[in-house]
């Protein structure tokens, strides 16, 4: 890889811009909100502005790129984005007119699994999945030491790999899919659902007698604490995610599955039954060989990914 590489994360709330160097480390950097909806000739506008600005642009060659969004990555079009609003910008082209630079874009988590096979696994782990658990669930699949893209560039859609065929509606469309159990908003809900009931004393506590106060953060805090409602809640996140990874590791046979993102804060609270619900349905030598980790990464993946993306 050239000497240094500039990474851009591209989200529904921000923009984080970061030129890397060859060892993974983030020489300089800035970021800035995005609006939503973002009207796509501002934000490459304000994009290539702040490229512009950091000291060392004039010694890049090359910048990724990574958009939370269904991507088109040969043709460099995110097809597809709720989280900005778009559909159909042609975002690489719109971006190497101003920069004048080669430029290669992709799905956030799929860059994501590149930072954490590049950061997380030091470029060891040639089979790797990366599962970033925030407001939703992210996938990113490393196979032999690249993304797995599929036919149409969509593989790695793991938040929404059904595991109660029955289950809530997602907002997919399918039903009982892994994000509609453990993402962030819904693991709110259960807390919700449990003061409402009159129990989870420690959960109501913490919430200040307002429950919109209770996030997955503050479930962690009251299980940490004693909380059995809580400690239910992280222990049957556990069992649900056990379930998923059973059948990633009985699929792909990885090294690592690498977890990312906000929720991923409170894994100790959910590996328990995570492993042992992988044990009891996973078959024995793949569940074995997989080790699963918490990204010391989690605020970078994306940037320093899309720089990686960049080579
Ligand atoms: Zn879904």
Known sequence: MEKLCLGIDLGGTGVKIAIVDKKGNIVEHSSFPTACPADPKKIAETIAANCRKLKHFKK????????????????????????????????????????????????????AALGAFWLDSK???????????????????????????????????IGHVTIEPNGPRCNCGNHGCIERYVGAPYLSNYGREAVRKGNGKIIA?????????????????????????????????????????ADLINLCNPEMIVLSGGVSCSADLMMKSMNKTIFSRAYQTPARACRIIVSHYTHKLGVVGAALLAK
């Open 123 to 157: 470029g060891k782990a040639k089979n790797l999945l990366c599962v970033t658990l925030g407001t939703g669930v992210g996938g990113g699949i490393v196979i032999n030491g690249e993304i797995y893209r599929g036919s149409t560039g969509s593989a790695g859609e």
């Open 60 to 111: 890049i060659r090359s910048i990724g790129i990574g958009v939370a969004g269904d991507i088109d990555q040969e043709k460099g079009i995110v097809r597809f984005s709720p989280n900005l609003g778009w559909k159909n910008v042609p975002l690489r082209d719109m971006l190497s007119k101003k920069l004048r630079k080669h430029i290669n874009i992709d799905n956030d988590a799929n860059v």
């Open 205 to 245: 506590k913490l919430a200040k007698g307002n429950i919109d106060n209770i996030t997955p953060a503050l479930l962690a805090e009251a299980a940490r604490k004693g909380d059995k409602e809580a400690k239910e809640i992280w222990n049957k996140a556990g069992e649900r995610l056990g379930i998923l990874f």
